[in-house]
């Protein structure tokens, strides 16, 4: 019966999963939420089940981008150069209890109501590095100047620190900051699912090595995701942009709303 406890995890694994891999954002932005405050797992729980499950869902869409060729490899690799020590830094405070489970609760409700409104602030750049050809080539990386390189990497760190901390932040910043410097959302949401995979796996060796993500959750949630990533890949080229923003906007802003009430209500 144990692991038939969780089943309902996997129906809200496909839908967050398809909506997270079509947009270059981590699912552990609702996961993460979804398994603390609803199933009432502890911060460690929550963060190691829900990166295990982000393992299995960029993993599979990191391999229908490939094939797509859709993925700047050394654009990601400059990404990767901050977001891997900044995965690292924050699992290990996580798991070394220096941050308090109520601050990361007051963190997860300010966070996604700051990215609620992010998503709509945002506006595409109307430069582009090219064709989606010349997008995906290792020249693009020498088009850009030192400056902006360091800028990304920097921002690249604090995207791991998040995931580590909060099992979310890699692809909500390195996406729209690939964006702003010019690569078309159709190249910057795969870029954004390689460097995500890639922290994503260093943060989730950690929780695992403490065996702490909940296995027969995690059973339901990474085949759903598994199921999700395959349709986002086959969708990315039909949503609307504007759409799917107002969308996200939606369900962010009501995760972060519904964040504070559990708060005040405890």
Known sequence: MYWLQYWYAFPVAVVTATLAMSSGIGGGLLFAPFFMFVLHLTPEQSMGTSLLTEVFGMGTAFINYYRMRLINFKVGGLLILGSVPGALIGAILINLHLIDALVIKLLFGAVITILAFAIILRKSSEENQGSIQEQTAGLVLGKLSTGKKVRMVLLSFLAGLGVGTLALGSGEINTPQLVNTGFTPKVAIPTSVFVMVV????????????????????????????????????????????????????????????????????
């Open 199 to 266: 922290t994503v796996i260093t943060a989730t060796s950690v929780y695992v090595l403490k065996g702490q993500p909940v296995l027969g959750l995690a059973l339901y949630t990474c085949s759903g995701v598994v199921v999700g990533a395959k349709l986002a890949t086959l969708l990315i080229h039909k949503f609307r942009d504007k759409v799917l923003r107002w969308w996200l906007f939606g369900i962010f802003l009501l995760v972060g709303i519904s964040i504070f009430v559990k708060i005040f209500q405890s």
